[in-house]
């Protein structure tokens, strides 16, 4: 089974038997390095991969361009993050947005009805996480107690005329 095939599959079985593959494949092409034991890395390499592979069929007409998906989210759509899976909730909001793009799927329509059907690609991967991992990497870990003292930082006020330090 290629690379291609295995990044094509809606199979979570398929992900999981070759993981490895896709982790030595992109540390190979990409010269990066990854957790198995984290989704989101699991999920950073999956999408690197598909963009190193061509493997989207969905292409913005401005390549530059950033779209947020919801008005108000924090979620946005770019060629440089582009996913089919991510393009179709993009086009289930409002389907108009089909002239945004320069290239897609004839039977785009069919895609976002099916779409209902097909796993969510986070759960595929938390599930392949699940089954192939124990614990975290300790790079892992530090990264997200690191992020969690970053993101409230705590503040200190001494009261005025206090001695205590």
């Known amino acids: 089974m290629t690379i ?12 999981k038997a070759n993981i490895k593959i896709l982790a030595k494949d992109y540390k190979e092409k990409l010269k990066g390095t990854v957790c198995l034991n984290c989704p989101s890395d699991i999920q950073f390499m999956i999408n690197r991969l598909k963009k190193k592979y061509k493997m989207t069929n969905f ?9 947020k998906l919801e ?6 759509i770019s060629n440089d993050k582009m996913t089919d899976e991510l393009a179709l909730r993009f086009l289930k909001i409002k389907n108009e947005r089909i ?3 320069s290239k897609y799927p004839e039977n785009w329509i069919e895609l976002l009805g099916e779409d209902n059907n097909e796993d969510n690609v ?11 991992s124990k614990k ?3 790079t892992c870990k530090d990264k997200k107690i690191s992020e969690a003292k970053n993101a409230t ?7 005025r005329g206090s001695t205590k330090k």
């Open 59 to 67: 292409q913005l007409r401005k390549p530059h361009v950033i779209y």
């Open 4 to 15: 291609q095939e295995v990044l094509s599959s809606n199979d979570s079985k398929i992900l």
């Open 99 to 101: 002239d945004l793009f």
């Open 153 to 159: 930082p705590k503040r200190t006020y001494k009261k």
């Open 136 to 138: 975290p990497c300790a």
């Open 122 to 132: 986070d759960e595929k991967v938390n599930e392949v996480v699940k089954e192939t």
């Open 71 to 76: 008005k108000g989210g924090s979620e946005t």
